[in-house]
């Protein structure tokens, strides 16, 4: 479904990410995981044909982002790490702005479509006429992902989706990709920092250290991994459980 193939980039002279392949098959959940600084926001924007890579290939079902960046970037969706809305647009006017670019609709097509989509992401239909400001962080979050399957995409890149938002409404951001990929079977990669939201959605793990992908596996190896800063962190979030389970219970 989706390829990334020798995919090397630099900035300037300086690589920051070195002959990368990854294969996610179609309706899977990759997340990849790696220190700050290591590539992961470069490696999605390559993905998503916002950046073209220096070296390599991004292939999406059978397209080429290098060679018809057009056509791929239309199978594409990507949350961006900030939600990244417009905040002069109102949670309407954000959701339609790609849409109302590709295709003609009229105003009750959008009104449905916009209805449909905030339904697709548990926000009351009521959102649809504030602004980004007036939202939770939780809330941008979700309208960021209901601008992005309002495009119907066949993968869709998260970037942080859970970052800066506390644990409930973490795991609800996590409900809703897993929700995501059973409803519409969309392949999705998701980058996060945080261990116990990749186990609960991802089916494989990777890991992207200074640019190099070390580690591309199932949670089984990924907890058994040797590699790179795996091991820590695993243990820090089996520490953060154990505490968080001890706090549950005494
Ligand atoms: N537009 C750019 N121009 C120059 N250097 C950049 C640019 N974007 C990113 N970099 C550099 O590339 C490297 C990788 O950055 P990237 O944002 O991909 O890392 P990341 O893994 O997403 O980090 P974080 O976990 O902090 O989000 C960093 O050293 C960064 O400074
Ligand atoms: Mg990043």
């Not at 300086?14 to 926001?41: C, D, F, P, W, Y």
């Amino acid at each position: 479904m989706l390829f990334v193939q020798d995919l090397s980039h630099s900035f300037g002279n300086r690589e920051v990410l070195h002959e990368i392949n990854l294969e996610v098959e179609q309706g899977q959940i990759l997340a990849i995981m790696g220190s700050s600084g290591g590539g992961k926001t470069t490696l999605l924007k390559c993905m998503s044909g916002l950046l073209v890579p220096s070296q390599g290939d991004v292939i999406v079902d059978g397209v080429s982002v290098r060679r018809e960046p057009d056509q791929a970037r239309r199978n594409l969706g990507l949350v961006f790490q900030y939600a990244a809305l417009f905040d002069y647009l109102s949670v309407r006017d954000n959701i339609l702005f790609g849409v109302e670019r590709r295709r003609r609709m009229s105003a009750k097509q959008k009104d449905e479509l916009v209805a449909e989509m905030l339904d697709a992401v548990s926000l009351e239909a009521s959102a649809a006429t504030q602004l980004p400001s007036e939202l939770s962080g939780g809330m941008r979050k979700r309208v960021g992902l209901a601008r992005a399957l309002a495009m119907e995409p066949k993968v869709i890149l998260y970037d942080e989706p859970t970052s800066g938002l506390d644990p409930i409404t973490a795991y609800s951001i996590d409900r809703l990709i897993v929700d995501t990929r059973e409803r519409l079977g969309v392949t999705s990669i998701v980058v996060s920092h945080d261990v116990n939201s990749v186990y609960r959605v991802a089916d494989r793990i990777a890991f992207l250290e200074a640019g190099r992908m070390v580690f591309v596996g199932t949670r089984e190896e990924f907890e058994e991994a040797r590699v790179g800063g795996i091991d820590e962190l695993v243990q820090k979030a089996r520490a953060n459980n154990f505490s968080y389970i001890v706090r549950e219970i005494g």
